[in-house]
């Protein structure tokens, strides 16, 4: 039983480092896709629109899992 304990220990550990990694990982391309969009806004500003009556469509979010894709029923 001490065996089994001392390996599902392990595991959830192991688990629990590759989570913070993913993490850290997330948040930093989350930073370099802020700054990519900050910049494309930035520059689409400067050019200005070709056609005014279209919004926009830059939008972003700090949730990667957000999914914006209509559903199909």
């Keep these: 039983m001490d065996k089994l304990n001392s390996q599902l220990y392990w595991q959830n ?11 850290k990982k997330a948040q930093q391309l989350n930073q370099e896709n802020q700054a990519l969009l900050t910049e494309l806004r930035r520059k689409l500003a400067k050019k200005g629109r070709a056609n005014p009556d ?19 029923p």
Aim: charged share 25%.
């Design 13 to 23: 550990y192991c688990i629990i480092k590759e989570n913070e990694r993913l993490r």
């Design 54 to 72: 279209q919004g926009s469509c830059l939008c972003s979010t700090s949730d990667p899992n957000l999914n914006t894709e209509p559903r199909i």
